[in-house]
């Protein structure tokens, strides 16, 4: 299905331990050890950001994994994106490393240090690296390009270094692979960031491949950091200390995440096919979830995946599959059975630039309308998006809380910006969330069980094959109260209801809301998914600009809580709503259910075209502007 195999993926191993309900231990070799040294040098700051891009097998990805977990080590807060050509094998790769001594919230904007091992190939990520006039630009001197003629248009950046990095690689590990552990030298070097945590890395990840390659790797990482000492930088770099070790950061990214959370929450049964960019998540399953005496089944294609999910839910077990665009069009007709059917399951979407193929190893959030709508007949599902890789844990959990209360399944739509990035994280407390199990008949209600009785909540008790007295006709046609087919219209209409209007507490759900900001703020901004840290950065930005601003976070996406919007923008004289797709999807949902002001306006763009918070700020500023234009006062005439 997909134009590209999955990419390579390191990934941390999550391990489980069982009290009283599952409780997911993130640990797997990332916690600090005691004693580590801090490797700092320098005093420039609490924020930086890192890009690097170069071909297949250069190692750029893994070097970011180095860092992010170094920082992990170092007590700092990081975030790692990585992004890939639409190449089944080789092309190019690249990473963006983010570490702060402050929680961060995005990936981040312009670049402070960028590095450039193939200038064709850097240059292909455009906007996903930006380079502005404080880079550092790091270039391979193979590529022969002289500092003062860069193939950066219409920009000139801080610093522009060139460094013979293949040559290195060769000389001091006998290859160019090893062009990542020189690169990763230099950066230890004149960031003084986990030097002595990258190179236990280094030792770590090569020792199983011999002494000859961890030498070679070990020298090449010296030499990196040999020739950062010789060569320092115009201004220093250094990042100001992390927390230090012991402190328990984990690094984890958002499938990983997902997979964990839905085994905490009970989840026995996961049925799928691999997909870009959500195959980790079946990886997972398959090395967790028979630990626990559940099944993960790889089908031989989407619609057989979504099959034995509606089964396995129907036997009574906490079903799961995931998929992405593509896919989830396979999967549809099987979601309106479990819908009629009122069979509680969970569907992850990691969005993918689309249509069709599309761009499957980009970010996008161009899935909205087909999580919501792409169903026959009158259906409502829930829809959920998690907005960064800790908060999937929680969201994947709600998720199936949602899916057995009410008896419906529930996408979690995720993107391939939180899916696949990497985050330092605390380790979950699983002890402050609830697991939710279907309800099940009593005995009086088996005695002459209506499996669609019409409740005052709309929810009737669900049984399960082998339960005496609760066996029931569950299929797609129209049924009344007992599951006996029908095609009576006063029927139809109150299955109808039935469905539809037990999902009306869940739009009074104020905790799937979050709200920040001055209350009484003229200036709005409305952001989900993965766009919600950039939003929330933006709007610091603002407060910190004197704007008055505020932003609201919808977890729960669908249906929509008019009740929540209504609230919110009460005081709202315009803003913006935020998203990663062409048409502004959110935007045009809230306009058929909620009365927007006039002044709020759709700020999209598609996948691969990152929205940063200064642009954000920066369109605020405009509205501002022009509220003060109108609102200038009429000048009395002298009496």
């Known amino acids: 299905m997909d134009g590209r195999a999955d990419a390579p993926h390191e990934t941390s191993q999550l391990s489980y331990s069982r009290r009283s309900a599952r409780s997911p231990t993130l640990a797997g070799g990332l916690r600090p050890k005691q004693g580590a040294p801090g490797g700092r040098r320098g005093d420039m700051g609490d924020d930086l950001v890192i890009g690097m891009a170069g071909s297949g097998g250069d190692g750029i990805v893994s070097a970011g994994d180095a860092m992010i977990t170094a920082a992990a080590l170092e007590g700092y807060h990081a975030v790692l994106t990585k992004s890939f050509g639409p190449q089944i094998r080789g092309g190019e790769s690249s990473c963006r490393v983010r570490l702060s001594t402050r929680p961060v919230l995005s990936s981040g904007g312009l670049l402070d240090v960028a590095v450039a091992l193939n200038w064709d190939d850097f240059l292909k990520f455009g906007a996903e690296l930006p380079v502005g006039g404080r880079t550092t630009v790091v270039y391979d001197s193979a590529s022969g390009v002289t500092s003062d003629k860069l193939p950066l248009p219409g920009v000139t950046p801080w610093e522009a270094i060139a460094v013979p990095i293949a040559d290195m690689a060769r000389k001091h590990a006998g290859t160019e692979r090893a062009k990542n552990s020189v690169v990763l030298g230099l950066l230890a070097g004149w960031l003084g960031v986990g030097r002595d945590s990258l190179l236990a890395g280094l030792r770590k990840k090569f020792a199983r491949k011999g002494a000859e390659v961890l030498q070679g790797n070990e020298s090449a990482f010296a030499a990196g950091v040999q020739y950062a000492a010789e060569h320092p930088l115009r201004e220093p770099r250094a990042l100001d200390a992390g927390a230090g070790p012991g402190q328990g950061k984990l690094v984890v990214d958002g499938n990983e995440m997902c997979a964990a959370a839905a ?377």
Request: charged residues 20%; contains cysteine; proline residues 6%.
């Open 263 to 639: 085994i905490f929450a009970g989840c026995d049964f996961f049925a799928g096919y691999p997909i870009t960019p959500s195959s980790e998540i079946m990886h997972f399953f398959g090395r967790e979830v028979w630990k626990y005496g559940g099944v993960m089944v790889q089908a031989e294609d989407e619609i057989a995946g979504i099959g034995a999910v509606v089964g396995a839910s129907f036997a009574g077990k906490k079903a799961m599959t995931a998929t992405s665009g593509p896919g989830m069009s396979l999967k549809t007709e099987m979601l309106g059975l479990a819908s009629i059917a009122e069979l509680p399951l969970v569907c992850v979407n990691v969005q993918r630039g689309g249509p069709s193929t599309g761009i499957p190893t980009k970010s996008e959030q161009s899935d909205l309308f087909q999580a919501c709508f792409s169903a026959h007949g009158d259906v409502v599902r829930p829809v959920l998006a998690p907005t960064s890789v800790a908060d999937t844990f929680a969201m994947t959990v709600e998720a199936f809380n949602i899916a057995e209360k009410y008896q419906t399944p529930v996408v979690l739509l995720s993107d391939q910006e939180i899916a696949q990035r990497k985050e330092t994280v605390d380790p979950v407390d699983t002890a402050a969330l609830t697991v939710v199990n279907r309800r099940r008949p009593t005995a009086d209600e088996l005695s002459k069980y209506e499996r669609f009785k019409v409740t005052e909540s709309g929810i009737s008790p669900i049984s399960h094959p082998g339960l005496p007295g609760g066996n029931y006709l569950a299929s797609g046609i129209e049924h009344n109260e007992r599951g006996a087919p029908t095609a009576s219209g006063e029927v139809h209409a109150r299955m109808n209801e039935k469905r539809i209007h037990k999902l009306d507490p869940l739009k009074r759900r104020r905790d799937l809301f979050v709200v920040e900001g001055d209350d009484q703020a003229p200036f709005a901004l409305v952001a989900w998914g993965s766009l919600a840290g950039v939003a929330r950065e933006a709007l610091r930005l603002a407060h910190d600009q004197g704007i008055r601003a505020k932003l609201l976070v919808p977890k729960l996406v669908f249906p929509v809580a008019e009740e929540v919007y209504a609230d919110f923008f009460r005081n709202v004289r315009s803003g913006f709503v935020i998203e990663q797709s062409h048409q502004g999807q959110l935007y045009r949902i809230l306009r058929m259910y909620v009365n927007v002001p006039a002044g709020v306006q759709s700020l999209a763009r598609s996948g691969s075209n990152p929205i940063l918070p200064v642009a954000i700020v920066d369109r605020l500023c405009r509205l501002v502007l022009l509220a003060q234009r109108e609102h200038v006062a009429e000048v009395e005439p002298a009496g």
